[in-house]
């Protein structure tokens, strides 16, 4: 069966000129023609276009897979390995700067402006997920607490984040032996914890009033990124998430009781 140019270039979904280039460089000159002058294709000749454009993909040159297909023993197998060799190292260089890039991006969404190396002297093992950062980014952009808290996370410097962290590591060993006690999440101890989280909040971010802190919580067991703002994986507890938010919650409702509320959230 016999096919012209333009249905080879549909069926193989490469322009005419294409298959005119291949044509004068000898690269894929059809060995038929119609009566009329136009060049048509042979299956042998489809068949051999279908290396090409194997090749092609591979990222060889037109000359290589020329040399190839002229004598497919000649170094074939070599020529393939190196582009294999070629291509691992180019799937490697890429995989850097994603690594690189997503670093970058983590620095705009979280607010965090330290190096790699910082980040992991002071943040230790809380980390920051980045599909729940830009996740926060976009759905709380436009909000005013959500802005500022950007803000000052951004203007924190390397001491200010050690001594942020410092506190959160000392309010994660209170809520962990509370936990580990029995303590009821609804009790004054555990309301107490919840309480220096939101102070702790407001402090180094933004003002967290209890209807904020309520919603923070609820994310926190919903949420096992958010969670893990709060408290590492290693050191999560089944069971744990919900009391936090227990203790929130329980908290939220003493603080919107209490006629010092305001006073007090400084």
């Known amino acids: 069966m016999s096919y012209s140019v333009g249905q080879v270039s549909a069926l193989a979904g490469i322009t005419v000129r294409t298959l005119h280039h291949y044509d004068r460089t000898g690269l894929l000159s059809p060995g038929e023609r119609s009566r009329a002058g136009y060049r048509l294709y042979s299956d042998a000749d489809l068949a051999r276009l279908q290396q090409i454009l194997f090749y092609r993909e591979l990222g060889f040159s037109l000359d290589e897979t020329a040399a190839i297909l002229t ?10 390995r190196a582009r294999q060799r070629r291509l691992r190292d180019e799937i490697a260089r890429l995989q850097r700067l994603a690594e690189v890039t997503e670093r970058a991006i983590e620095v705009q969404q979280t607010g965090v402006e330290l190096t790699p190396e910082e ?22 952009e436009d909000s005013p607490a959500h802005q500022e808290s950007m803000a000052r996370a951004a203007a924190h410097s390397k001491e200010d984040w050690r001594q942020l962290m410092g506190e959160a590591a000392a309010w994660r060993a209170e809520l962990l032996a509370a936990f580990d006690d029995g303590v009821p999440g609804d009790g004054d101890r555990a309301m107490d914890i919840a309480e220096e989280h939101r102070l702790h909040l407001t402090r180094w971010f933004t003002a967290c009033p209890p209807d904020m802190h309520r919603r923070i919580a609820d994310d926190f067991a919903a949420d096992p990124r958010a969670f893990a703002l709060v408290v590492p994986a290693p050191e999560q507890r089944p069971g744990l998430d919900a009391y936090l938010r227990e203790a929130i919650h329980a908290n939220a409702s003493r603080r919107t009781q209490s006629p010092t509320t305001c006073e007090e959230d400084r």
């Not at 992991?120 to 709380?140: C, H, I, M, N, R």
């Open 71 to 80: 004598d497919p023993e000649a170094n074939a197998l070599d020529r393939l």
């Open 119 to 140: 980040r992991s002297e002071v943040f230790g093992p809380v980390t920051f997920d980045l599909s729940y950062a830009t996740e926060a980014q976009l759905k709380w």
